[in-house]
C-alpha cells in the first residue's frame, strides 16, 4: 500500500491528460524543469555564500591583548561632546 505501480502511474498520467490537454503539457513541464533549473542554482549559490563565509571564521584568530589595569591616580579621558551645527536638526 506504500508505493505506485505502474497502474496507479498510468492513470495519473491519464488524468494530467484529461485535465491539461495534450497541447499544454509540454509547455506545462518545460516550465517545472526551468523553474528546477532556478532552483537548484540558488541553492548552489547559497551554498557557496555560506562556504566562504565560514572560511574566515574557521581560521584561528590571534590571542586577544591582556587587559590593561589602570592605576588609582589615572583618571579616564572624557571624550567632548559635539554641538549640533547651525541649520542642522537633531533627532
Not at 70 to 82: C, D, G, H, W
Request: avoid cysteine.
Amino acid at each position: 500500500m506504500g508505493t505506485f505501480s505502474w497502474t496507479h502511474l498510468l492513470i495519473i498520467a491519464l488524468l494530467f491528460v484529461l485535465l491539461f490537454g495534450a497541447k499544454r503539457l509540454p509547455d506545462a513541464a518545460r516550465g517545472l524543469g526551468r523553474s528546477l533549473r532556478i532552483f537548484k542554482s540558488e541553492v548552489g549559490q547559497m551554498q557557496a555564500e555560506s562556504s566562504t563565509s565560514d572560511a574566515p571564521a574557521a581560521t584561528p584568530a590571534a590571542a586577544p591583548a591582556p587587559p590593561q589595569q589602570l592605576s588609582a591616580s589615572a583618571t579616564p579621558a572624557q571624550t567632548p561632546v559635539a554641538e549640533p551645527q547651525q541649520g542642522h536638526k537633531t533627532l
